[in-house]
């Protein structure tokens, strides 16, 4: 069985290398071969359903990376779901006693055994009724799951190296152990609950300065299972846009968008995966998050530099955009600059002239990563993911509020944006790093500008005209009481006197 197993995996990684060529080669639309490439999307798909849970969320992760595989594949990949029947209560019931002990009916007033009210490939979610009268959901990973999908990880490293033996171009074009890595790294927090939990925590902090959006409360997490607080409302994928006004759905999609950008953005933090099915309405609360199993995160830089590429898009700045994206990536010998910008001065004004109620940013990003790849440059793979989150709430609040404009929204978030990014550069911890750099690149310049004198000189141990600390104004270079520091010393300080003056209550992003 685990032979035949492995020939489907091995035969599988055949198929995503072939994909990956023809993507990079640009030939996924040519001429006569969208049917075949369209076929071999398919057959991928259905492989990778028929593998199990490990390899539906492989596919899951690769439809984030429009930069590696083909519209055909990243398209038929979208249709990918965990979803799975739902397995009786007994087969889960050991690993709550192993989680919560022999006594763990006791937790809970009532537990509700017969009705799952999620059934996934990895868990199923019941609802329970906890001694305080409140709601809650219990949700138990299945048996057996962990031990397989980490199984499955090895196997796919295994074909994974058999295919770029194989295939030495693959190679050339892509490193297939950081792209295997950065998925597995996406995948970990699905099989421990704590680390769900902790996103939730995270989530839940950043949705408190909003109105009209809510996270989930965690109230108990263990590695299998996890307890939290009811979304109130349906889901939207149920039809719960119909349960809000028209007035109502706007705010609250407006809401959700700006959280998003904030998590981009600010938070460097966000949900990975906000399509329908994960946001719950209620006319009375708005709107709850939930499901944040996958979510991304970035450093400060990227977020800085993704808040840029965006502006850009938006100002129809094609030079501006290629100059931030280069910042996100990096080149190669493949590179193609002068051919990337052609492709970006072509686009970009296409993008910011369409109809604000047009206006796909998810999908712009998606192109835009097609375009750097085929032109030879690699991007940071959050980027992908980062995309791909941002397509999937566009979707989800036109599904709410058709009206509304993501572009609008956008500017009207990118002050608050710049705002936040603004504080955070002049933050205590940041105004001080600062200045112990300029501090060090001062001690740095004056210890060249000492070894050039002396070669000037011809002296090896003095230098005449040493600065001394007696005379001057103290700027770089002369006297003062802050010495060859003065300059850098004075700047820190000029920064840290504006942080004082401009310090303030965070908004409320309302």
Not at 238 to 267: N, S, T
Not at 294 to 316: C, K, P, S
Request: net charge positive.
């Amino acid at each position: 069985m685990e032979a035949v197993r492995g020939v489907h995996v091995v035969r599988l990684a055949g198929l995503l290398a072939h994909d990956v060529l023809t993507a990079r080669d640009g030939a996924d639309a040519a001429a006569g071969k969208e049917e075949a490439h369209r076929r071999r999307a398919r057959r991928i798909r259905e492989t990778m359903e028929a593998l199990g849970p490990f390899y539906v969320k492989v596919g899951q992760v690769l439809a984030t990376r429009p930069d590696l595989v083909s519209g055909a594949l990243t398209a038929e990949l979208e249709r990918l779901h965990g979803t799975v029947t739902a397995a009786p209560f007994a087969v889960l019931e050991p690993v709550l006693e192993r989680e919560l002990g022999r006594g763990w009916r006791r937790l809970f007033r009532e537990v509700d055994t017969g009705r799952p009210c999620g059934s996934a490939s990895l868990a199923q979610a019941y609802p329970v009724v906890l001694h305080d009268g409140s709601h809650a959901v219990l949700k138990v990973q299945r048996p057996g799951i962990e031990g397989r999908m980490r199984a499955d990880m090895a196997a796919l490293r295994r074909a994974a190296r058999m295919t770029g033996r194989a295939v030495p171009r693959l190679a050339e074009v892509l490193d297939l152990d950081a792209v295997l890595q950065g998925i597995f790294d996406c995948m970990r927090p699905e099989l421990d609950f704590t680390a769900e939990a902790a996103h939730m925590e995270a989530g839940r902090r950043a949705a408190e300065g909003f109105t009209y959006l809510t996270v989930p409360e965690v109230r108990r997490a263990g590695r299998r299972v996890l307890i939290q607080s009811v979304a109130p409302g349906r889901a939207l994928s149920a039809g719960a846009a119909g349960d809000l006004c028209e007035e109502q759905r706007e705010r609250v999609g407006a809401e959700l968008l700006k959280y998003m950008y904030r998590g981009y953005f600010v938070e460097h933090f966000f949900h990975a995966d906000p399509h329908p099915g994960n946001v719950f309405l209620h006319p009375g609360t708005g709107a709850t998050l939930i499901d944040w199993g996958m979510a991304g995160r970035i450093d400060r830089h990227t977020g800085t530099l993704g808040a840029l590429a965006f502006a850009a898009i938006a100002q129809n700045d094609a030079r501006g955009l290629a100059a931030a994206w280069l910042e996100l990536g990096r080149s190669t010998p493949r590179t193609d600059l002068p051919g990337f910008r052609d492709d970006l001065t072509r686009l970009v004004p296409r993008l910011a002239m369409s109809r604000l109620e047009d206006m796909d940013f998810g999908a712009a990003l998606s192109t835009i990563l097609r375009c750097a790849a085929r032109r030879g440059i690699h991007t940071n793979p959050m980027i992908g993911m980062l995309g791909k989150s941002m397509a999937n709430v566009e979707g989800t609040v036109r599904g709410m509020a058709p009206g509304l404009s993501a572009t609008e929204v956008f500017r009207e978030a990118l002050m608050d944006v710049m705002g936040e990014l603004a504080r955070q550069h002049l933050s205590q911890d940041q105004v001080a790093r600062r200045g112990v750099e300029l501090l060090a690149v001062g001690d740095s310049a004056m210890n060249e500008a000492r070894a050039a004198l002396r070669v000037l000189g011809g002296q090896e141990s003095t230098v005449r005209g040493n600065p001394s600390p007696r005379h001057g104004t103290g700027g770089a270079g002369r006297g003062g009481p802050l010495g060859g520091y003065g300059a850098a010393a004075q700047w820190a300080l000029a920064v840290w006197a504006v942080h004082r003056v401009t310090r303030q209550a965070p908004r409320r992003w309302t």
